[in-house]
């Protein structure tokens, strides 16, 4: 192993602790100590990576937002129709947030107040919602009379969110079939009837082995 | 003003002085002398009401419980149907969160890991849906082939407690606007044709009064 190579590791060792520490914690408690020993490195390898707790929490928020994205993108790049994609993407994303301690201290940093980045994946994943039903609307995918596009992106955006926030209770309510519940009730409500058949509330199967594999 | 009214009312201050400070720095850093100076009252007045920090959280959440019990009390009181009450309850306590510092804040503790009681008024909300829902099947309102009656509670629950989510980035995700959004997409997938005419989903006019009004 090189020398950039154990430097490497040791970041993402630290970045992981740091994530843990931070959903154990919170931001404010989280110590450099305990994220150094947790990491199994010393405070001064900490220092050499990082200057203080903010910037590990930056770090911590910038990893999330990669992995995230990357997913999303692979997911999109295997899209058969947009709410499909839409649904899919629930589905990879539910995936990461409830087995990525990284991805989900991450999440919860960029949403919070006091927030270190410009970094908001709530409202990143709001846009995603707005594209892909506008998407969905040009394919024709959309029932008639389900109303303004805009309330029903609003619905979207707040029942995933929700999802996320019930978890911190309960991780059962982002599971494979908690996701798969929502988009069950959801998808007869949204998609025109001709095109319903076609669509997988579980995740299509090009995505499915994407949603239960690591990624990366 | 009395010994036992004055007692009272500086309880009362120290609890919203309590929420104020949770609110904007987290209850890990909040500090019993900003929460004393913040209700204009001195540290040894503090202590004469709460031992320490964990007993004026446990306040504000009961105090927070208690309004939001109230309410949805008053509004089951004045129901016409069972669909139409849980769009009212929803606007009720939208309100209240939007608008009550105290209430906002115990909702907020009472759901987080570390709370200090056993209320968790995210889970008597499920609680409250799961009911209604239960009760407008039986009153034959909901529409045929609107799925399991468990799967649309969850989708209720998981949106409504996604605008709270929202709504700690944005307030206007809480607002009359925002919630009467949401049921004016719900209703028409939830309800029976027949039983949709009657629903409101800007809230019925016998609580409209109640949901812009002081409830107290």
Redesign the interface.
Known sequence: MTKQERATRTRDALISSAAREFER??Y??ATLSAISSGAGVSPGALHFHFENKAAVACAVEDEACATLRRTARIVYGRRSNALQNLADTSHALARLLRDDVVVRAGFRLS?A?DSRTEL?L??EWQSCVQQRLAEAADEGLLAA???RQ???A??I??????????C??NDE?LSPR?VT??W???L??LADPGALDGLEPAGSPAVTGLVHAPVG
Chains 1, 2 share one sequence.
């Open positions: 914690h919170g404010a408690l949403c107040d908001n709530r409202q009379g389900t109303g805009q309330d029903l609003r619905m955006v707040a029942a995933t969110i929700g999802l996320e926030a019930l911190r209770d309510w908690s519940s929502l069950r009730t959801l007869p409500m």
